[in-house]
């Protein structure tokens, strides 16, 4: 490059999960210190991934969108506050200084949200005489292929696997598609997206993008009900978690990534970009208690949509209903820092995991109860529950592969059988409060005779703690959520105890394993995160609340600069790894904000 010297964005930066995200609903996009899109799907969050530098091309350079600072020295990256606008400065060696902000546009209008597959960028001079190179290369057929491209007088089009993506940019178009560098003396304006014509000033649409963007997500975080404490890090979670709901059908993916692995060198890579009705449970009942209540209602539209008539689910689905999730590996890419299989699909539709009908339940049970709702839950929502009560109650002794989706085994997992206990027993509470005597009877009745069960067969009195199954004496993770869906209570002995094994056994340091027995792939390698915010609201359930808050203050310090967090975390260096972000792990984190923040009373 003339005059060059080192740029941002080059190929010689090792790939790492600090990373941020910006999304609307419709998709999503990850995006590095050096302001380099480096992950999106597209035209939704399970399509090809056009831009897949985080999993290294094998034959084609790019696979990115990046801004190349020359003589590039440093950078400095953070959301706008309250929002879901990311603003990156980059600094060169010379007193340069360019801000990048990145945005996907989400707004109201026309009485409906105007949310399209688009990323705008806007890219301005803040200080000496910056000189940069815009580069656009996405890539097709999972990185296999350069796409074919069209280019006009202020745009550039790229045809995708059923998807057109058109740049329309202010940069000269030739300094696009030959990477020639240029001095930047004014703001320019990048707006990817739909392959259609702007009709309209570019740098007006931009910046109105930007204004009402960023009033949408002040607007959806002024009305949450967040804790006294911590409200940094449960606002930047529920609006992650808000990012990972699919908008077109309420499903509600597990991760943006696919096959980020557990831990270094592993084969635990997972693709993760469908709705587990589980995770996406737990996304719900978050919400739910920040007061978001409308991402409830979409996931339960997205279940009524692929509940069958007998009341028999999958443990997952695709974001469009889809029931075949087939598992390949994916050959034209290398991996995350080489380090593959890439793997599309998962295999574990195929499994059986019974504690779905619980997690469905629960997550709907608010919908009958909260009055504050425009459509709540009647007698015909709870007859279309009833079906899967039914099955938690059929299924709540009969091996499953667990939360935990072993491939090699099944047991009769302890956690499984308590949450079909929980589908039972919100079914006679919800029957309660539409006062249908005969049905709250029968539930009841149901749910009692599980919980007997599982005290039975579960409770080891020699080791004086539950066990992960049936069928086992070891401990596992999912054993601290018996308190929080109130299969015991937290002051019951019997739980405090098995919280205290799970303390002697599982944690190391200040983390947690979900369980170290082996399992089909060897013993885990690192901290499953939701594990241990599971294990700190626990502390805090129990009584130990100072404890739980130092553990709490420690894990926090330990989310990535964004305050953003994947599935695991390394014991040793508490380096991030898993796929990203983790819905499970922002869950984790505003359960215990809220158990052990102070109340507002406080405050006044």
Known sequence: MAGGGPVSGGGDVRPSLDLGVIGNGSFGALIDRQARVVWSCLPAFDGDPAFCALLSPRDHE??????????????????????????????????????????????????????????????????????IRVRARPLADWGARLPESTWGSNHVRWMLPGYTLRLTTDVPIRFVR????????????????????????????????????????????????????????VIRSAITLKLCQYEDSGAIIAAMTTSIPEAPDTPRNWDYRYCWLRDAAFVVRALNRLGATRSMEEFLRYIFNIATHDGSLQPLYGIGFEEKLEEHEVESLAGYRGMGPVRRGNLAWVQKQHDVYGSVVLASTQLFFDQRLAHPGDAAAFARLEPLGEHAFALHDQPDAGLWEFRGRAEVHTYTAAMCWAACDRLAKIAGVLTLEERATYWRSRADTIHATVIE???????????????????????????DIGFLAPDDPRYIATVDAIGRDLRRGDALFRYIAPDDFGEPETSFTICTFWYIDALAATGRSDEARAMFERLLARRNHLGLLSEDLSFEDGEAWGNFPQTYSHVGLIIAATRLSRSWQEAS
């Open 178 to 233: 030959e990477g020639t560098p240029f001095v930047l003396g004014e703001p320019v304006h990048l707006v990817f997206g739909p392959d259609e014509s702007l009709l309209r000033s570019l740098s007006g649409y931009v910046e109105e993008a930007l204004g009402r963007t960023e009033h949408y997500w002040r607007e959806w975080v002024r009305y949450l009900s967040i804790p006294l404490d911590w409200q940094e890090a």
């Open 62 to 131: 790019g696979g990115d969108l990046a801004v190349e600072l020359e003589d590039y020295e440093r950078s400095e990256q953070h959301y706008v506050t309250n929002t879901a606008i990311l603003r990156t400065v980059l600094h060169d060696r010379h007193g340069g200084a360019v801000e990048v902000l990145d945005l996907a546009p989400r707004w109201k209008q026309n009485s409906r949200i105007y949310r399209p597959v688009s990323i705008i960028r806007r890219i301005t001079p803040l200080a000496g005489t910056p000189r």
């Open 457 to 483: 067969r579960a409770w080891r009195p020699e080791a004086d703690h539950f066990s992960a199954s049936f069928d086992s004496d070891y401990l596992d993770a999912s054993l601290l959520l018996l308190a």
